[in-house]
């Protein structure tokens, strides 16, 4: 099934405003079966004591929690608008925050049963004097939170991963999201900072440790092409390697686009019949 599995809305506040609706027409446009709105989840306000770094890092990420009614309103005004053009399926892109784990399960359960699907995604970790980081902000913050570790960029990708792996062991109780978001985002900037090189064998045990829960679980992955239209990145999510493990272990693998425009909307998806094998 031709399928946008992760898009975001006019609502996000670090994108480009223009109207999801035209967004899901575009999808339609191009033959779309299926189109998931994935709109980023609130942070946990106690999050804020813990974030250091640019303020847009924090502001800018998600959802204010008075926008999610809002949200679920405008998304499901779409799907019933469009539903005999295009299966929309709503959910969010929940962030992980090891410290709030309790936070976002309460969210889940609350507003999970208004959703279909969900993603989960990794997009700060502990860095600089143990607090949060924002890893796709800007070079600016990536420097630094990380900076300390930009000469062995493994310890990046350490740092990174073990905070994934605690993100697919957490209980994020009966609405916790199936999709494991860009798994390898913390390459955004690698072409910057000279984080190209291969995960070694220490990460890709870390890597594989993450797989197979994700396939336990029965959860999925996201193939998130937004990384090669990155001007420091230059590759899709999760990454080659990830890739090819995740195959191995028949792990579905879902297109996303990342969209946060209408230009974005199935951007690259003649790629993934490249990328997934058999």
Known sequence: MLMDGHTHTELCPHGSGEATEKMVQRAIQLGFKRYCITEHAPLPPAFREQYEGTLEGYTEASLRLDQVETYLNLANELKAKYADQIEISVGFEVDFLPDHVAWTRDFLNTYGPQTQESILSVHFMRGL????????????????????????????????????????????????PQRIGHMSLVRKYQDYFGLTEPLDADNLKLVDQILALVQQQGRQLDLNLAGLYKPYCND????????????????????GSDAHDIASVGRGYHLIKKLIKG
């Open 236 to 255: 899709f999510y999760p990454g080659e390697q990830i890739l090819q493990r995740a195959q191995r272990r028949a792990i579905p693998l879902v297109y």
């Open 129 to 176: 004097r143990a607090h949060f980081w924002c890893v796709d902000m800007s070079t600016d913050d990536f420097s630094a939170g990380f900076g300390q570790w930009l000469k062995t960029p493994q310890r990046v990708f350490e740092q990174y991963y073990r905070t994934v792996l605690a993100s697919v062991q957490a209980d994020l109780g009966s609405y916790a």
